[in-house]
């Protein structure tokens, strides 16, 4: 019997995970602990990345289980005792080489159903019509091109759906009756020409995914591309796919007036539900940045550009940081991808340094207010404040600017970025300076977003904050259409290598461009 299934056994533990190339090793010699199935006291178990090829019948012995994860294993088949699991909440079976499944009508309890990365080319006619708690359901990265026992399961409780990278050539109008809390449905990456008009009437879905579909209507298509998914919802819910019977009515009615020019007003559909984000060349009024070697080392990438008329007055200060926060734990992964700054622009003096320095060498002005200190001691005086909330709360891990430290103490040289003063503005991925912070009179912003894995990681949380900056409303706002719509005005900002040769000019043609914003994009 192995340690860990002993310990479980003696200790009567409600958790078993037995993962990584440790397991693997053991399950390549002997296989796996059949005892494992004897733990009827379990209601966690997790046996993942560890080339597991075969599951027993006994798995139906552990009639506890709440959760149960095999993923990344590469199991081909799941016993029927599968069925047996009636108190089963969470079912993993991702980056398997499945293509099939038992019965599970009787998980009555089920709410998280994952089966992405295997090979089913149908979903499986396997009662799920039953597992009326089922609000999750992953089957990305197969070969689905049939998913109509889902369509059809009335599941009033399911509110994400991902199908993205799969074989789909179609999607059942029935899902507007059968899914209708659905909140977030993800169809990117599939073979749809068109979807169904009523998806358009789905009136809780707030988050719809359909690029990389070879859709026939180019406004759709278009949309797709460039528009949130309320005004995608909108146009789908009018021009969407209404069936044969439909078509075949048009097609018999011979002398109905048609449109002069029907893809016009298509295009006036979508211009009059879009809001802009208007880009400009770059300014020879606006401060560049020179990159320097000693950061190539460190922290090599950044972008920057400009925001011209930001309106942060009244609560939309507060919105925009609380907007950076979001975006930090999101899209930069903890800054661990990405680190966004904004500095006021007429705080900013030009021309900027990009490099790195001795913590010994440079100090920083804390956001917090006081004079300005060395890095070092700021880092270790966070360090130490950290510690000290550790213990206050309680808890093993720090959070806030605390958990961002560990990024630039492995290195002997912290990045900065120095105005033409040689003045510290900001110190990635830790904090802005307070020389340059932004207050409710700002009207222009410099952003500048570093990153130390790659160009487009920084790229991808520029965009990604100024269409969110566009959806707050922290732009202009334009009367040109009805209603009004909002704009915000964008100017490019250029990074330089030592030498002043161009490294990168932001945002450029191939920027801005998203699966799911909110704006059309203009660029002049």
């Not at 998913?147 to 993205?164: C, K, R």
């Not at 990009?354 to 804390?366: C, I, K, L, N």
């Amino acid at each position: 019997m192995w340690l860990e299934v002993e310990t479980a056994e003696k200790e009567k533990r409600r958790e078993l995970v037995l993962t990584g190339k440790l397991i693997q090793g053991r399950i390549l010699e002997t296989g796996l602990d059949q005892n494992i199935f004897n733990l009827v006291n379990l209601n966690f178990l997790d046996i993942s990345d560890a080339g597991l090829d075969y599951v027993p019948v006994t798995l139906g012995n552990l009639h506890n289980l709440t959760n149960l994860v095999f993923k990344g294993n590469g199991l081909t088949s799941i016993p029927e005792s599968l069925g047996n699991l009636t108190k089963l909440k969470l079912l993993d079976l991702s980056k398997n080489q499945l293509s099939s499944l038992p019965n599970i009508s009787g998980l009555e309890q089920l709410s998280t159903l994952n089966l992405s990365l295997n090979k089913f080319k149908q979903f499986p006619d396997m009662g799920v019509e039953n597992c009326s708690k089922l609000a999750i359901v992953d089957l990305s990265v197969n070969d689905l091109t049939d998913i109509s026992p889902l369509e059809s399961a009335s599941l009033e409780h399911l509110a994400e759906v991902n199908l993205s990278r799969n074989e789909l050539t179609r999607l059942d109008g029935c899902i507007k009756e059968t899914w209708p809390g659905i909140k977030k449905l993800d169809l990117a990456d599939n073979k749809l020409n068109s979807v169904p008009a009523q998806m358009g009437e789905l009136s809780k879905l707030k988050d719809l995914h359909l690029g990389g579909n070879p859709l026939t209507d180019n406004r759709l298509k278009k949309m797709a591309a460039q528009k949130s998914t309320k005004s995608v919802l909108e146009y789908i819910r009018q021009h969407g796919d209404t069936g044969s019977q439909e078509k075949s009515e048009l097609k018999g009615t011979k002398k109905k007036k048609k449109s002069k020019n029907p893809e016009k007003e298509k295009e006036e559909v979508v211009d009059a539900l879009c809001d802009r984000l208007t880009v400009i060349n770059v300014s020879e009024r606006s401060p560049e940045i020179y990159t320097q070697p000693p950061v190539l080392a460190v922290r090599p990438y950044i972008v920057i550009c400009f925001v011209r008329n930001i309106n942060l007055q009244g609560d939309n200060l507060r919105k925009f940081l609380q907007l950076q926060t979001k975006l930090h734990k999101g899209i930069c992964a903890n800054r661990t991808q990405a680190t966004i700054a904004t500095h006021d622009l007429a705080a900013v003096k030009g021309p900027l340094k990009y490099t790195a320095q001795d913590p010994d060498s440079f100090h920083v002005a804390p956001l917090t207010g006081g004079e300005p200190i060395l890095a070092s001691k700021f880092v270790t005086s966070l360090r130490a404040e950290a510690e000290a909330l550790r213990k206050e709360k309680k808890r093993s891990q720090v959070s806030g600017i605390h958990q961002y430290l560990p990024m630039v103490e492995r290195f002997a040289q912290y990045p900065c970025v120095l105005d033409a003063e040689g003045t510290v503005i900001s110190f990635p991925p830790v904090t802005n300076s307070a020389v340059t912070r932004l207050s409710s009179e700002t009207r222009d912003l410099l952003v500048e977003v570093t990153s130390g894995t790659k160009l487009a990681d920084a790229k991808s949380a520029a965009d990604a904050l100024l269409r969110e900056m566009l959806e707050l409303g922290l732009g202009e706002s334009s009367e040109d259409g009805q209603p009004p719509v909002r704009v915000l005005t964008v100017e490019q900002g250029r990074v330089l290598d030592e030498e002043g040769g161009l490294k990168v000019t932001y945002p450029s043609k191939t920027d801005l461009v998203y699966d799911k914003p909110g704006f059309s994009i203009v660029r002049t």
